[in-house]
Structures are given as C-alpha cells and as structure tokens.
C-alpha cells in the first residue's frame, strides 16, 4: 500500500514539474530514491568482507533494513503531499523552463587581470605565514593553524577560482593557471576544497561558454573524472605522510587506496545515511527539550545546543540524522515534511524565475541553500539541517527587501 501511494504521489507530482537540473524537487526525488535503491543493492550484493560497515552499522536483517526503508518512503511521501499541496493550492502546473543561454557583460579583462594576481599573491603570503615549509610536508593532517587566516584563503581562493572560470574565453592560459594554483593549494592543505573549487571553475565554464550540443559531451567526461578526483582527495587523510609531496605522489604509490575511497564516498554519500537512520530511531529517546532546541533558528550558543548535542549521536563519530530524530516523533515528522514539501515546492517557482530573469548569482545562491538541506538531512543532526531551511528564508526575504529598494543582483 505505501509503494502504491509513492507511486501515485510521483506520478501527480511529474504532471506539475518540469525536469530540471536546477529544480529542488527533482534533487529531492533523485537523491532519496537513488538512495533507497543503492542501499537495497548493496545490502542484498555485497559480500560482507567488502562493506564499509561504519560504526558496525551495515549489518541490519532483512527485516530492519525494510524498517528503514519504510520511513524513507513515508518521508517522501509527507514531502509530496506538501509539495502538491502548494502547486494545486496555488495552481501551479508547471516550474517555469529556462536556458542559461545569455551573454556577459562587457567584461574588464585587465581588471579581472589584475584583481586574480593579487589574490595569488595574497595566498601565497598566506600560504608562507600560516604553513611555512608544512604545506609540502607534515606529520599529521590536521594542524593548530590561525582559523581566522584559514577562512580567508579560503573565501579569496572560492572568488580566484570564479575569476579563473569567467575569464576561460578571454584569457585560457591564465584561466587554467588558476585552476592549477588553487587546485594544487587545496590539495596541500588536504581539503575536500579542491573537489568543491575544481566543481565551481567547471559549473562556470559549463554555463558560461559552452554550447547546447557541447554540454553533454562535457558531462560525460568530467562527471566521472569528478567522481575520481573526490576519492582521491578523501584519500589524503589517511596518508601516512601529509603535505603536498605524499598527497600528489599518492596515485603512484598507492592507486587502490584511491578506487576504495571512491567507492566509499558514494557509500558514505547515498547508502550510509539508511543505516545511520535505523539506528538513530534506535536509540534516540523522544525528548521535546531536545527536539524545540534542534528546530530553534538561533546561534546555537543562545540555545542549550552545545550541552545536550553529544547525547544526539551514535558514537563520538557519527550524529543521529536527522530523518531518524524527527520521525521519532510520528505526527511532528508528518507536519516537518509536509512544510517540507511547501518550502521546496515554492522555492523551485522562485529559483527558476530568478534564473529565467538572469540573476545567475542570486538563483544560484538560493538553489545550494535550499538543496543543501538534502544531503545534511541524510548523514546529520535535524539541527544542522535546518539551519540551510532558515538561510535560505532569510535570503530570500532579503532579496524582497532589496528589490522593493530597486537594487539589482
């Protein structure tokens, strides 16, 4: 009976929704579903010497594992009834369709130039102070350096790599220069920054100068090279030796230690999160204090978050998810999903128009707070997920605010 009203629930939702890469619902859908179909794969197919088994959580009986899998499919099914509850109230038939198909603003080279090779320079003063010789090789992966010099090399290298991208057509040489420096710079800090920046320069260039028939063959290529790359950039962790030296030479001297950690990152990124949740329902004991905390949109140190989040875990590891805590609490989980299913429902109407009216900048932006509550829903606390529900509340709220004042993003 609940496999049929999923499949009814899809089936009305696709009348109303129009695919999309950048639409929040088809993200939802794609993720969670993959999910339940990865897991059921791997939990039947994989010879238990070749699971991961985090924190001994893969071996689930049959019969547990259909008990997580049933609270999955409940969770998709609140979360369709909101969103339909919002494009039926609101009569929406469909998300509106667009193409990034628009040109640039007349663009300063020189200055983008200029503004890229002193923020080289910056880093590489940054790079001396805080590391010193320790970027190219240290003992551990994890060093006391200045978080305050940290975070702005990493904000500075995020805006390098922007430049890098928008400047491909003009200045190609320079362009992939860039991506090389900040690219190898993340890489001796051992930072998933490297995947995260290397993805930005790319999505830039994808949107920016690629033709129609151009932008699939460019999937094709890069979408598996990504895959790759992040297992090899997770892999630097767990290097004996840490620094750029032993993290660039990592592919010659222990290739399988990449292809293990590709793996791991699509267990960890779509199966582990199922199992995490079981036993999150397990264990979590319902607890209102805990739940009004978990849902408060204040800093957490204006709430009593930072004395009662070390009972909100599995072990000192791994956090409850957030799927588990709140269907701990059935008719709460039934009315979070359902606002859910609104919120994602509106913004996908508000992130396409954005898009479809060129402001890039501000859709974009609105997109990855709103979707970012997916994966954080998966493998986190509630309260790490819905803080991205509230970020993404308050900017939109302020683009109302800045648009009634004529101010163009």
């Keep these: 009976m609940i496999w049929a009203l999923l499949l009814l629930g899809l089936i009305l939702i696709r009348k109303r929704t129009i695919f999309s890469f950048f639409s929040p619902l088809v993200l939802f859908y794609g993720f969670f579903i993959a999910s339940i179909l990865i897991t059921i794969l791997y939990h039947y197919n994989m010879p238990n010497e070749w699971k991961f088994n985090i924190a001994k959580l893969d071996n689930l009986t049959n019969a547990e594992l259909w008990t997580s899998i049933d609270v999955f499919v409940r969770m998709i099914i609140y979360f369709t009834v909101g969103a339909l509850f919002y494009k039926y109230t609101f009569k929406i038939h469909k998300n509106i369709p667009f193409e990034f198909n628009f040109n640039l603003p007349k663009i300063n080279t020189f200055l983008l130039e200029l503004v890229s090779l002193l923020i080289i320079l910056l880093n590489i003063i940054l790079v001396s102070s805080l590391y010193g010789k320790e970027i190219f090789l240290r003992e551990s992966y994890t060093t006391d350096y200045n978080k305050f ?173 957030t799927i588990g805590e709140i269907f701990s609490y059935p008719f709460i989980a039934f009315l979070f999903y359902f606002f859910i299913g609104v919120f994602f429902a509106y913004f996908e109407k508000v992130i396409h128009s954005l898009l479809s009216n060129r402001k890039f900048l501000t859709g974009f932006t609105l997109f990855l707070l709103t979707t970012a509550f997916i994966p954080y829903s998966f493998e986190y606390n509630l309260r790490s997920a819905t803080r991205y529900i509230y970020y993404a509340l308050i900017f939109s709220i302020l683009l109302r605010l800045l648009s009634k004042i004529k101010f163009k993003l």
């Design 149 to 321: 010099g940290v975070m702005i090399m990493e904000y500075s290298l995020l805006f390098l790599i922007f430049l890098g991208g928008v400047l491909y057509k003009q200045r190609i040489i320079l362009s992939l220069l860039i991506a090389f420096f900040v690219t190898i710079l993340c890489l001796g800090f051992g930072s998933r920054m490297a995947t995260i920046f290397l993805l930005v320069y790319l999505f830039v260039i994808y949107i920016l100068y690629l033709e129609k028939p151009h932008k699939f063959i460019f999937r094709i290529i890069w979408i598996p090279f990504i895959i790759l790359f992040f297992g090899y950039n997770l892999s630097l962790r767990f290097s004996e030796l840490h620094g750029l030296g032993p993290y660039l030479s990592l592919p010659f001297t222990d290739p399988y230690a990449i292809i293990e950690n590709t793996f791991f990152n699509i267990y960890y990124t779509l199966v582990f999160g199922v199992f995490a949740t079981h036993k999150t329902l397990i264990e979590y004991i319902p607890n209102y204090q805990y739940l009004t905390t978990s849902l408060n949109p204040s800093p957490g140190f204006l709430t009593d978050w930072y004395s009662i989040y070390k009972n909100l875990r599995i072990n000192p590891y791994a956090p409850f998810t």
